[in-house]
């Protein structure tokens, strides 16, 4: 059996979500048939780095899939493309070691989250930014990210509808970079909760609005309360940027 690892980003916007469900139309179903119509192993299932909820995006998703096909691994990309719809490409495809796993492997993976600060709507940009005019503290709004910065409990930052044993991650580093009628939050942890990111992103908002002021967050992080962080953000802005894995 060889083990594929393949990369691929997608617009998530007609999807509902990575992950297979009973209902369909998700990445991974697209994905999966593309497979198995080249291999015609019908038990055929892939692994995902992470899922990502109904119109979030992908421009470095990973996944692993084992397969008996002798298809030459510099072949994978074209043959897989062909049988994919414009909204989804795998953009590189690797021969892995047996024991890689796309989700346990990862070391660490980073989401961006693209606010529109334009007055007006970007008309090329509405499936991939949440458009925000009202004026942003952007300055507060990295103070208050930084606290987030380390080990915590993300309870007060996750769905209430998340089913993990623990709410305990790390995130290593988060950036809110600023440019014109733009702003691009990068954040890169160990892994995310339900919703995590598009948590955070709703509350920097809530901060640059002057909802929240920075020196609120660690008083949020401890009391382990959702209700207390600012809103969950628009899918349609979030983006799984990069999932980094140890040489193999």
């Known amino acids: 059996m060889n083990n594929i690892r393949m990369i691929v980003s997608y617009d998530g916007t007609d999807y509902s979500g990575f992950q297979s469900q009973p209902s369909g139309n998700t990445i991974q179903d697209v994905l999966e048939a593309a497979i198995r119509s ?31 096909s002798r298809i030459p691994v510099e072949r994978w990309t074209l043959a897989i493309n062909a049988r994919l719809p414009d909204d989804i490409v795998v953009l590189q495809a690797d021969l892995m070691p047996p ?24 008309v090329f940009q509405r499936r991939y930014a949440l458009h925000h005019y009202a004026p942003l503290d952007v300055q507060a709004m990295r103070e208050g990210l930084q606290e987030l910065v380390g080990e915590h409990d993300f309870t007060s930052f996750a769905s209430p509808q998340s089913t993990q044993p623990s709410h305990v991650r790390t995130i290593y580093n988060i950036a809110l970079l600023e440019s014109p009628n733009k702003l691009e939050l990068y954040v890169t942890g160990s892994g995310f909760l339900y919703n995590m990111v598009r948590i955070i992103a709703g509350t920097a908002v809530w901060i640059g609005e002057g909802k ?25 802005g979030l983006t799984l940027w990069q999932v980094e894995y140890p040489e193999f």
């Open 38 to 68: 080249l291999t015609k192993e019908d038990g055929l299932r892939i692994i995902g780095s992470g899922r990502t909820d109904a119109g979030v995006h992908a421009q470095g998703q990973v996944f692993n899939f084992h397969t008996e």
């Open 99 to 122: 024991e890689f796993h796309a989700r346990h492997s990862a070391l660490s993976k980073t989401y961006r989250y693209v606010i529109d600060t334009s007055q007006f709507p970007d």
């Open 212 to 236: 929240l002021s920075p020196g609120d967050i660690p008083a949020i992080l401890a009391a382990r309360d959702r209700t207390l962080a600012g809103p969950t953000a628009m899918a349609h």
